[in-house]
Structure formats: structure tokens, C-alpha cells
């Protein structure tokens, strides 16, 4: 039998670093963690992270940088927007509120995080962008298990466990 490789519907579980290759500084790491199970090839991870350890084996090490197309995106200046600060009455009541501050706000489509970037007496500026947009990131990955995906995780487009067995 052939040797499996990251491809559509396997299972991966890996290891993995994420760093900014700017400065170096690690914004994500498994160290310490159960490795990172997922299913390959229905949009479980960003695009770029997938598409770099296509055809890998278990064992194999990968380091590869993604520009912010191929991991978060870039910036969107229009999800940032100023809030009067009068809203957050009822937070400040129970904690103070700060630059550099996550929240996340309760939308009609959902709950939706966001940074607190700069606070005045009448407004709050919240920055609805993923903290990684805009950025190019550094990953280094190492695949420890590698196996077909079941029928059941790869209709219900996630992965169950390392095992296969976990239910969701
Ligand atoms: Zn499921």
C-alpha cells in the first residue's frame, strides 16, 4: 500500500510554530499541546497552511512563510468603527476598559471579536479585524499522524479526534 500523504480527506495532527517573520515573535504555538487534529481540504485551517504541507508524510518537518493573502487576509479599514462610548456603560461599570483590550460584540449575525484600539471620552475605536490580518506569517510544522478521513467526518466537513472516534 502506498505511504499516505496530507492530501484531501485525511486527518492530519501536527505540531506547529507560527511566528512573525518580521521581529520573530511566536503568536501560536502546539508546544506543550496535544497536537492539532484536522481535515484536510474543507477550509478547517487558512488556505496557505494547507496548501504548504500538501503531499507531506508523517515525520516530515515544513517552514514556509504565507503572505497575509494565503493566511488571514488583509486589513479591512472599513471594520474599524468608532462606538460611542455610552454603550459600554454597563461593561465600565465592572471593568475598566483599555487600549489593546478583545471583546467581542453581539451582532445580528453573530458574536463578533474585536480590539479595543483607542478610547476617548465619547468614543471607543473597535477594530473588527482579525489581529493576524494584513500580516505575512511563518509556520513550522511537523506532521505526527496522518490517516483517511471516515464518511462521517468528511460529510460533516470536520475532523473527529485523532482517533476518528469523537463525536460532534
Ligand atoms: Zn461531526
Not at 484600539?117 to 499522524?145: C, M, P, R, Y
Amino acid at each position: 500500500m502506498a505511504e499516505i500523504t496530507v492530501s484531501k480527506d485525511t486527518v492530519a495532527s501536527v505540531h506547529y510554530t507560527g511566528t512573525l517573520p518580521d521581529n520573530g515573535e511566536v503568536f501560536d504555538s502546539s508546544e506543550g499541546r496535544e497536537p492539532l487534529t484536522f481535515l484536510v481540504g474543507h477550509k478547517q485551517m487558512i488556505p496557505g497552511f494547507e496548501e504548504e504541507i500538501l503531499g507531506a508524510k508523517v515525520g516530515e518537518k515544513r517552514e514556509f512563510t504565507l503572505t497575509a493573502e494565503r493566511a488571514y487576509g488583509d486589513r479591512d479599514e472599513t471594520g474599524v468603527l468608532q462606538i460611542p462610548r455610552a454603550q459600554f456603560a454597563q461593561l465600565e461599570a465592572e471593568a475598566s476598559l483599555e487600549a489593546g483590550m478583545q471583546l467581542v460584540a453581539q451582532m445580528p449575525h453573530g458574536p463578533s471579536p474585536f480590539t479595543i484600539t483607542e478610547l476617548s471620552d465619547e468614543f471607543i475605536t473597535a477594530d473588527f479585524n482579525h489581529t493576524l490580518a494584513g500580516k505575512s506569517l511563518t509556520f513550522a510544522v511537523e506532521i505526527i499522524a496522518l490517516r483517511q478521513a471516515t464518511d462521517d467526518e468528511t460529510s460533516h466537513g470536520h475532523a473527529h479526534g485523532p482517533d476518528g472516534t469523537e463525536d460532534h
